[in-house]
């Protein structure tokens, strides 16, 4: 695409001017990196911070085959089939912005507001004026009876047969902290991690306790 026609897309009214001049100086090459500061005669040593085994700080390093730029492309640009293999930086935003507005996020399945166009003005325009519908539970931590302790326990996982985790806490009649214990349980669903925290209180404590757990059975 010629350059005055893809300046023309990131000239875009509904767009924040920082995002279109940012989307300049990443076209121009003018991102004050590394690679730029040695462009001008300034020698340092580089070092890429996106990248668990550093390498040396590019652009293209940064922006289109670092391990967080990959993941990126592929979260927001697998949806509008578009491929960073083999290709150049300059090729990939070209493509990117030339994409017809209506299909951008048309296999998106993630969250998304209805009523609108897929496009990024109408998109902009919409979070610009979005106000969240919040929700929460109130939830109130009462004191045991005279002579009894209360242990309250939890379980948490990052899914099924993944990584497992509990905890639990036993607080005397006046509220003060007698015991905490929390450890991870490797291979398990959350209903385990749910169980192991109960059982680890009870074996820590005894039977003489009060047990609260958030888990419904």
Not at 44 to 55: I, K, L, Q, V
Not at 169 to 192: E, K
Not at 202 to 215: A, N
Request: aromatic content about 16%; overall charge positive.
């Amino acid at each position: 695409m010629e350059e005055s026609k893809l300046y023309k897309l990131f000239w875009v009214k509904g767009i924040p001017f920082k995002i279109s001049f940012f989307m300049w100086k990443l076209w121009k090459a003018k991102v004050p990196l590394d690679d730029w500061f040695l462009r001008l005669g300034y020698f340092t040593t580089s070092r890429c911070r996106c990248c668990g085994n550093p390498e040396e700080e590019t652009l293209p390093r940064v922006f289109l085959t670092s391990p967080a730029a990959r993941f990126m492309w592929n979260y927001f640009g697998a949806p509008t089939w578009i491929k960073t293999e083999g290709k150049q930086l300059v090729q990939v935003i070209d493509e990117w912005w030339s994409k017809p507005p209506n299909t951008s996020l048309k296999a998106v399945r993630r969250p998304y507001f209805k009523g609108i166009n897929p496009n990024w003005p109408d998109l902009h325009e919409k979070l610009l004026h979005h106000i969240p519908i919040l929700r929460y539970t109130k939830v109130l931590w009462k004191l045991p009876l005279d002579g009894w302790i209360k242990c309250n326990t939890d379980g948490a996982s990052r899914g099924d047969n993944g990584g497992v985790s509990y905890g639990f806490c036993i607080r005397d009649g006046i509220g003060d902290l007698i015991y905490a214990q929390a450890d991870a349980v490797h291979d398990a669903t959350n209903n385990i991690g749910e169980a192991h925290a109960i059982f680890e209180a009870l074996r820590y404590f005894g039977w003489s306790l009060v047990l609260y757990c958030d888990q419904t059975y």
